[in-house]
């Protein structure tokens, strides 16, 4: 892409770069590109996406000043065992809110919750995959679905009346991925359906990744968010700070925050960092966190 010759054209007193990726280069996590210095693009910048220009301008006009109300689904098909943690730490954050959790989580039980058009903030830590036969049919999962019409498709999402809402994060697989054969200026991805359905920020993953480096990640970026930084700023520094934390820093972040870790929680992170010393850097590798993306202002 010869990134660094195109950032050479850019003025010094830039900070922010709005990246409209065109049909393939959506699959790509263009902020942890690496620069000629050994340095990552979001390193040097604020790093934030836009499906489209149109998409762009409409997301400029839908600013919401509000962050009180969150909506969340949590772990519906019950094999996420961070998911719980997560959600229950982020919920902590906001003044109201209202949780679906587990078997509870179905289809019938969103589609009869009445007050989406007064959330702030939604969240689903959930599985989700995209359908590049058909986008339209791309889901998020939900609880008790045997069949995938019980699951919440990216079609639907286009119907919700999220008139007041700040954010939708999506910690689920594959939620940011677009239909790149469609060579018009109209992306369908699950980012691109919640801003049409009135969200002006959203945050979602290019690939699949563990729920224990997600968990901790968006933990810190509602963190960052609730010290009034901006969406993208507080998704960029959560990143650079799940890849620069050491096993040591990490432990001790979990118990300065007081996160409400289990039992068998507190069993599995110790097996997962077993063989690592104090001063390794468990999520170093882009891989666990450079999924996540925010499209936004």
């Keep these: 892409m010869h990134l660094d010759e195109i950032i050479s054209h850019i003025p010094q007193k830039c900070q922010k770069i709005i990246l409209i990726p065109h049909r393939f280069l959506n699959l790509l996590p263009i902020h942890a590109f690496i620069l000629n210095d050994g340095s990552y693009l979001l390193d040097s910048y604020e790093v934030t996406y836009s499906p489209s220009c149109k998409l762009l301008q409409l997301i400029k006009n839908q600013q919401r000043p509000n962050f009180e109300k969150l909506f969340a689904i949590q772990n519906p098909t019950e094999d996420l065992i961070y998911t719980d943690l997560e959600v229950e730490t982020i919920s902590s954050y906001f003044d109201s809110a209202e949780i679906l959790a587990k078997e509870k989580a179905t289809k019938t039980a969103f589609k009869t919750y009445n007050d989406f058009s007064s959330v702030n903030c939604l969240h689903f830590s959930c599985h989700g995959y995209f359908n590049i036969n058909s986008p339209l049919e791309s889901s998020l999962l939900l609880a008790n679905a045997e069949t995938k019409t019980e699951n919440l498709t990216l079609a639907e999402v286009f119907e919700l009346n999220l008139s007041q809402c700040r954010l939708v994060t999506l910690s689920a697989c594959e939620t940011g991925l677009t239909d790149f054969t469609d060579l018009s200026d109209e992306y369908i991805s699950f980012p691109s359906s919640f801003i049409y359905a009135g969200s002006s920020n959203v945050v979602s ?22 010290q009034n930084f901006t969406v993208s700023v507080a998704l960029n520094k959560a990143q650079i700070w799940l890849r620069n934390i050491t096993k040591k820093e990490l432990l001790e972040w979990i118990e300065n925050n007081q996160l409400p870790i289990d039992v068998t929680l507190r069993r599995d992170l110790k097996y997962q960092l077993r063989q690592l010393s104090d001063n390794d850097q468990p999520f170093k590798d882009p891989f666990y966190w450079a999924a996540f993306s925010a499209i936004s202002q």
């Design 205 to 226: 993953s290019l690939w699949k990744v563990s729920d224990l480096p997600t968990t901790f990640l968006l933990i810190k970026f509602y963190q960052n968010l609730h």
